[in-house]
């Protein structure tokens, strides 16, 4: 009995995975977006028991092929504009095959040298990117609400010391959070794990652009000082994920340097749009963030799941998350880093490793490209939306996401139209919600998205608002 393949299995996985990857990719753009689920194969896939003989290899891809693709939602589609979610770049499939048989382990560098180095590469460049210096470090993470999980862990640590014996059980003012009424719900989900407390949360007030009111987040800080609570993190947002509004970091920052406050960002949706020249200069004043949380498996492409999290002081992140144990000591080596001391995680897959192929394959003037020309085609969706009687925008549109109404729809209506388009193969959108007012949100995030794709979108849209009119 053996768990391996022999070289005839072997070679027979390899050409059949090749199969898979041709067939995929010619019918990216045909299939339907959201698959008719066959709920006869989904309850069997619940219900049978695993066999006590194998399926073998051939038996394995044709379950693969049969049971479980026509049952995924196509993400890869170019008219997939519901999340801020890609299709992988074309070389993760076989970065994400290495990893999986070297399976390093990247916890302590002894076990995962080349990976650990690898990691800091991916790291030390995100940082870059943002003007972190020398002192600054990260972690790979699964993703972006995990990043902010892990950030806020870090200011909480750095603002009560005594939290990693005493726990919440030591006495003092409540700490406060404070972020904006836009911002993406894993920052309540963090504030809820970590014990603060929902009411310790301050959504605060957004402009008409929907970018966190300076003047508002001043009186929060006042006011909680003032009825004795201590405020003591500020998570700003580089793209909400409603409407990819940027709030005012360098004002936001100024006062967070005033009050002595931690500055997280997220940047889970928006944050890697600095590699975009029309918009970086909105990313200026990142560098004067404690922490930014970033989503490799957004704007970077890279499959799921890829997180990261930076932090301009890495002795921060030590400071939360570094535990000595016996077992495992190894020698600080200056070359690589032992990131169990950096995250929750003991073991951890080499993640870095989709991410620095793609970098080194494509090179980072294709992501220039790319992140350029999703802007671009975000841009004409703005126009087309201009340019349509039936249609309105609802937000202003900074980066990727775009959010529009037909005029005079309801939310139901906007339901429908949704229904309609998902159903016809047009596109799957997302519902957007601003102000109290509802509408239909697209927001590009996909390499192969055309052109000819948002003029068919909103031509069908158009259509649909005047039939009913
Ligand atoms: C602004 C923002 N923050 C956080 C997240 C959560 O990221 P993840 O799904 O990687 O946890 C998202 C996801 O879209 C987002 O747009």
Not at 165 to 190: F, M, N
Not at 286 to 302: E, V, W
Not at 372 to 377: E, H, I, K, M
Not at 388 to 412: H, Q, Y
Request: charged content about 20%; aromatic content about 8%; proline content about 5%.
């Amino acid at each position: 009995m053996t768990l391996g393949l022999d070289d005839e299995d072997r070679r027979t996985a390899s050409r059949l995975l090749a199969e898979f990857f041709d067939r995929y990719e010619q019918s990216v753009a045909t299939a339907p977006i959201v698959p008719q689920v066959d709920r006869d194969v989904l309850a069997g896939l619940l219900a049978d028991p695993f066999p006590d003989k194998g399926i073998g290899v051939e038996g394995l891809f044709r379950a693969i092929n049969e049971k479980i693709l026509p049952n995924s939602t196509k993400v890869a589609h170019p008219r997939f504009l519901a999340y801020v979610q890609g299709p992988p770049n074309g070389v993760a499939p076989y970065a994400e095959a290495i990893a999986a048989t070297i399976n390093q382990n990247c916890n302590f560098w002894q076990l995962s040298p080349a990976a650990s180095v690898i990691e800091r590469a991916v790291v030390s460049w995100l940082a870059g990117l943002f003007g972190y210096g020398e002192a600054s470090g990260g972690i790979l993470t699964s993703g972006g609400s995990v990043a902010s999980l892990h950030a806020l862990t870090t200011a909480l640590h750095e603002r009560r010391p005594e939290f990693r014996a005493a726990g919440l059980q030591t006495s003092g003012p409540a700490l406060v959070v404070y972020t904006s009424g836009e911002a993406h719900r894993c920052i309540d989900k963090a504030v809820a794990i970590l014990g603060l407390g929902l009411d310790n949360v301050r959504h605060i007030a957004t402009d008409s652009g929907h970018r966190m009111r300076v003047d508002a987040l001043a009186e929060a800080v006042r006011a909680d000082r003032a009825a004795g609570r201590e405020p003591f993190c500020v998570v700003a947002t580089t793209g909400t994920v409603m409407s990819g509004a940027i709030d005012p970091i360098g004002p936001i920052a100024d006062l967070c340097e005033r009050e002595g406050l931690w500055l997280h960002i997220d940047g889970a949706y928006g944050g890697l749009f600095v590699l975009a020249d029309r918009v970086h200069p909105a990313f200026d004043d990142c560098r004067r963030a404690d922490s930014i949380a970033l989503d490799p498996h957004k704007l970077l492409f890279a499959p799921l799941e890829a997180g990261c999290l930076l932090v301009r002081d890495r002795a921060n992140l030590a400071r939360a998350y570094a535990f000595k144990s016996a077992y495992l000591t190894v020698e600080d080596d200056p070359l690589m880093v032992d990131y169990m001391d950096f995250g929750p995680q003991l073991s951890r897959g080499f993640k870095a490793l989709k991410v620095w192929s793609a970098l080194q394959a494509f090179g980072v003037d294709s992501y220039r490209g790319v992140i350029d020309q999703v802007l671009q085609l975000a841009e004409h969706l703005r126009r087309r939306v201009e340019e349509d009687p039936n249609l309105e925008l609802m937000a202003p549109v900074t980066l990727s996401a775009v959010c529009f109404r037909i005029k005079g729809w309801t939310e139901a209506q906007h339901a429908a139209v949704r229904a309609t388009l998902a159903e016809d193969g047009t596109a799957l959108l997302g519902p957007a919600r601003l102000g109290g007012r509802h509408g239909l949100r697209a927001c590009v995030t996909n390499y192969r998205t055309t052109y000819a794709d948002i003029d068919l979108v909103v031509d069908r849209i158009s259509e649909l608002a005047s039939c009913a009119s």
